[in-house]
């Protein structure tokens, strides 16, 4: 079965401190890794996903991550923080063979905080 | 392309009544998921309709239900109202087909339960 543990349900980070959210993960075969981002009372938005191919994924709004597969994660980052990325982020995994491909199985989130 | 669409998007309802949530997906998507978002669980899928048929279900009770119709549209129901059943119900879409597949969230539909 697969998981997704995220470190830390809130971060606090000062405005163009960098952003480092952790995400670790287990599957039973080579995984499909996402990052969404939450806004209050929204749905949820696709920061970015990691498929095959390239470790470094670029996503929206200069957020990047990075696939380990030593160390089971995808930790998210930002080089410098702004005031709109205020929201809480969650990790997600799929197992990408057949059926489980189509289900998506998330982290607790993280709530980040950016102060001024 | 328009997004994800639910409606509607608040309701309230009492104990022991039933709910139908509707979602209608991205145009040329054939792939609907269901997720229960609360804050002691967090994100819990509930199940996914492609092609007008369940191909995935989560461990959810069997009140929880849904149905796909032929232009891809959703619907999901719960029967039996519990106060623990409260939470955003959060639709997503895809193509369904194609490995692998990106999901895509409508708003979601706040159900409070009293």
Redesign the interface.
Known sequence: AQSVTQLGSHVSVSEGALVLLRCNYSSSVPP?L?W?VQYPN?????LL?Y?TGATLVKGINGFEAEFKKSETSFHLTKPSAHMSDAAEY?C?V?E??G???????????TLLTVNP | KAG?T?TPRYLIKTRGQQVTLSCSPISGHR?V?W?QQTPGQ??Q?LF?Y?SETQ??K?NFPGRFSGRQFSNSRSEMNVSTLELGDSALY?C?S?T?QG??????????TRLTVL
């Open positions: 499909y996402f969404y929204q749905g949820l938005q696709l996903k498929t969650f997600a799929s990408g063979s059926g489980s491909n189509y289900k998506l199985t998330f982290g607790k989130g | 994800v639910q792939s998921s997720y967090g994100l899928f996914e492609f191909r995935n989560g959060l997503a895809s369904g490995i692998p597949d990106t999901q895509y969230f409508g708003p979601g």
